[in-house]
């Protein structure tokens, strides 16, 4: 089943066409003093929301028009299912994710979790729930699909400077076969 890629996920979010008011609120979030905020709270009322609308909204895509999905791994050291939402970025049938952990020293425990375990499940903007194959973007894919992101928040520019000893890593979700 191919991923679904329709209104919301591919019209709406970029950065360009944010009005001024998400401008300041994407610019000033990726700070230090919002990561240290947003990294321990905002996946959990992100996730609430995202239950009381029926997987349509989270507070993240209602303030600032982004792409959310809510991604379902399994965890690398418990083996237990984890649901994460993250901005997610289309790129044809496929969506791409960042690593990025606000700007912090290491990569967030879900990028661990789709190390050990590439199929994942993934729900996008109300739709059902969809079987991925995460794998980690290399080279010029890498490069291009990091400037993509760049496009919806600015904000990671920021936190590869902050972050030392690693590189942010690029995860695509390829959607898998029948």
Not at 33 to 46: K, N
Not at 90 to 98: E, F, K, S
Not at 115 to 143: D, F, I, K, N, Y
Not at 163 to 168: K, L, N
Request: aromatic fraction near 6%; charged fraction near 20%.
């Amino acid at each position: 089943m191919p991923v679904e890629t329709r209104d919301p996920m591919s019209k709406n979010g970029r950065y360009r066409a944010a009005n001024p008011l998400q401008r300041f609120v994407i610019r000033n979030g990726a700070s230090v003093a919002a990561g240290r905020i947003l990294a321990p709270t905002q996946r959990h009322v992100d996730a609430l929301i995202f239950r009381i609308s029926k997987g349509r909204r989270t507070l993240t895509s209602m303030a600032l028009g982004w792409p959310i999905v809510l991604l379902t791994t399994v965890g690398a050291r418990s083996g237990l299912s984890r649901t994460v939402p993250l901005l997610g970025l289309p790129d044809g049938n496929r969506i791409v994710v960042i690593a990025s952990n606000y700007g912090r020293a290491g990569n967030p425990s879900w990028y661990h979790n789709l190390r050990a375990h590439p199929r994942v499940s993934m729900a996008v903007a109300g739709g059902p729930s969809q079987q991925v194959l995460a794998r980690e973007a290399e080279g010029s894919e890498r490069e291009r699909l990091w400037q993509l992101a760049l496009q919806y928040y600015p904000g990671w520019a920021d936190y590869e400077q902050r972050v030392t000893g690693r590189r942010i890593p690029v995860i695509v979700l390829d959607p898998e076969a029948d």
